[in-house]
């Protein structure tokens, strides 16, 4: 039964939904963008009530058809609070944090309710039978901020696709619901790679900074683990926190600037390369250090700060992708 009502939304929304995405926000909830049917226990619900009719008709039961009609009543009654609990929202898209490739992406809407209180109100991912939503309660003339999260498998520009607003209060006997298409995205960024291991001081040149080299000073940072390294040298804390065997790495600095060029990570493939140039970008954000990225077709100059993380992740996000298309 739950696939037959999930089957049967679907072919009404697609048959009478013809919004087009992207969709200018706010989008409004009218009579027409709403649709309603019976859920698995509004199904049951019908089918007791037709039993009780027959019972009623065949004994000649005044007192059942007083709860017949009565439970019938009701669930019209439960039918016309489900839709109204939709009806009039106000819905519009916000901000999207980027995120790293294998993390979860959180896009956000903000509600609008300019009636009375509504109640467990839903949101998820539209056409996706499993979908996991999340829910919320919107006060009288308040806004609320519904956060839905999708796992980001790869890099580039995540859609989220067209999401569904739906509702079940109070008694659960009908589903509402609508589509909103705001052609929502997250830039996801290429996973880093532990494995990197330190910054590059090969490809230092002339300028001011800090950059680590070889050496026992100080702490630098972590990398993958690598047969013969010895047992003093693994994190065992990171071990601890499920992050897997890293091994530590000491050095001490010098001053330079920091080229991290695609080019030079000879014998690996493209998304390994980024997968480490990532690493190094925050990698020399943590450390000060001022770093440019070479990129075929793309050099940005050494600098440092939030603004400058930024744009280099952008770019190792977006490399090799028509029209930011995802990979």
Known sequence: MGDFSFALRQRISDWTFRARIPEQPPVVLTQKRIFIIPTRTGYFFAFVLVLLLIASVNYVLSLGFLLTFLLASMGGMSMLHTFRNLARLSIFPGRTEPTFAGDVAHFHLVIHNPGVARFSVGVKRAKLRDAE?????????????????????????????????????PVGLFHAWSYVGFDMTCLVYPKPDPGAGALPISATGNGEGNIPVAGDEEFQSLRAYRAGDTLRQIAWKALAREQGLLVKEFGTTTSADLWLDYAALVGFGAEQRLARLTWWVLEAERALVPYGLKLPGVTIPPSMG?????????????YGLQDGAAA
């Not at 308040?142 to 580039?156: K, P, Q, T, V, Y």
């Open 133 to 169: 939503p999340t829910f919320g309660d919107i006060t009288p003339g308040g806004s609320s901020n519904l956060s839905l999260s999708i796992m980001a498998e790869s890099r580039g520009l995540m859609p989220c696709g067209r999401l569904e607003i739906f509702t079940e209060y």
């Open 306 to 318: 939030r603004q400058h993380r930024d744009k280099c992740l952008e770019r190792l996000a977006l």
